[in-house]
């Protein structure tokens, strides 16, 4: 009998791994659905089934936040700031900034020379950009950079060069006298200076484009009996118009932000020269604030408007070339 209480533990025992096999198996259950044992300390070990964050992707969020922080800092806190300073004393003052005279024919002028440049440089721009991509001359690798000249030239350096040829002492003057024309300190110096430096725009965004669709289009309207004139508006510039548009588009505001060839060039005489650029700079350092804010915030929205009408054809020239490949 005293072996009893020894089966009996013995017994109590098995019925114990029983026991201990049942809560095994009441316990049991899909592998990710098991609890995390606790540490020693009282602490849950890491789930090795949690997911790991990917260094490259906080790599990839800290750059798009560094990169908006930048253009935060650089160019949407300005320009809230502007808009903060236009509007301080509400709109009435700004209205009435903008009906001055002088501020009328600035803005005036800058339309109507912005309008020259992109007319004359969509033209001659269509022009290179067929020349560069259809043609082959000796040259032509000088002519591809010269175009670019104006992005490289600073636009200061642009007006003095205009007026070494046009200017009191320039070689031009004798025979520009003779005609009675007078290009500097006068409408035509600012516009020179504003085809300058907008020349490159429409070249660079049509010559793409043109190289993308080939010749093969032309070709066959050649082949169908088309003329050049036909064959370019019927086949070339349907292919070519978004590209043009937004070529349009930088040239447009790039000529309505034109500042320093104009006023090395124009003189910046007030009626006579005066761009509305040149308008904000005078006002500002003859300290009538609110004349300068109220025409460089009617600046910044006109370039605001370009931008979104740029982006808008961009697009556009992409799902073409895309179509296209």
Do not use: C
């Not at 300005?78 to 808009?83: F, I, K, N, R, S």
């Not at 009906?99 to 022009?127: D, H, K, Q, Y």
């Not at 124009?266 to 500002?284: K, L, R």
């Amino acid at each position: 009998m005293p072996d009893s209480p020894g089966i009996g533990g013995r017994g109590s025992g098995v019925g114990g791994q029983g026991s201990g096999m049942g809560d095994r198996g009441a316990g049991a259950g899909p592998p990710h659905l098991q609890p995390i044992p606790p540490l020693g300390d009282g602490t849950s070990a890491p789930d090795p089934r949690s997911p790991i964050p990917d260094p490259r992707s906080l790599a990839q969020r800290g750059m798009i936040g560094g990169t908006w922080l930048y253009i935060g800092l650089l160019i949407l806190l300005p320009v809230a700031w502007l808009v903060r300073e236009t509007f301080r004393h509400g709109p009435g003052p700004v209205w009435e900034a903008l009906l001055a005279p002088e501020v009328r024919f600035a803005f005036w002028l800058t339309g109507m020379v912005s309008i020259v440049a992109v007319g004359v440089n969509t033209v001659f721009g269509i022009l290179l950009a067929w020349v560069l991509v259809r043609q082959r001359f000796a040259g032509k690798g000088l002519l591809n950079a010269v175009i670019d000249l104006p992005f490289a030239v600073s636009p200061v350096i642009a007006g003095y060069m205009l007026l070494l040829m046009f200017g009191a002492q320039g070689w031009m003057r004798a025979p520009l006298d003779a005609l009675g024309w007078r290009i500097a300190y006068a409408i035509p110096g600012v516009t020179l200076a504003t085809l300058f430096v907008s020349l490159p725009f429409v070249v660079r965004e049509v010559a793409p484009v043109l190289e993308e669709i080939g010749t093969d289009p032309e070709e066959a309207a050649a082949t169908l009996g088309a003329g050049p004139l036909t064959t370019f508006f019927r086949v070339t510039l349907p292919s070519i118009r978004w590209g043009l548009l937004y070529g349009v588009t930088l040239t447009l505001a790039r000529s309505f932000g034109e500042f320093g060839a104009a006023l090395v060039v124009g003189g910046n005489i007030a009626f006579q020269t005066q761009t509305a650029t040149q308008y904000v700079n005078e006002q500002y350092q003859v300290f009538n604030l609110q004349s300068a804010f109220a025409a460089a915030f009617v600046l910044a929205f006109v370039s605001f408007v370009t931008l979104l009408a740029s982006e808008l054809f961009r697009h556009k020239v992409q799902r073409d070339l895309g179509h296209a490949a």
